[in-house]
């Protein structure tokens, strides 16, 4: 039982971040080339790892440009 006096830490993660991670490879790549990012720092800022903060702001307007319905 190494660790146990320790609390597990465990990242916070957003509601966007929640909704890129469900997303398809496909549609994360595509996000990911609108925010001007490569798809593995998209990746782990869905994992919740640290990113900086015009990455993560470009991220979520990127996901939510794509969310959006085309009519």
């Avoid at 660790?3 to 490879?25: C, E, H, I, M, N």
């Avoid at 609108?34 to 470009?58: C, F, I, N």
């Amino acid at each position: 039982m190494r660790g146990f006096l320790a609390p597990a830490v465990r990242p916070l993660v957003s509601d966007p971040q929640k909704t890129l991670a469900s997303l398809s490879r496909h549609r994360r790549s595509k996000v990911a080339r609108a925010a001007h990012t490569t798809l593995v720092k998209a990746d782990q800022w869905a994992r919740g790892d640290l990113a900086p903060g015009e990455l993560s702001s470009a991220l979520e307007a990127a996901l939510v440009a794509s969310s959006k319905k085309k009519k």
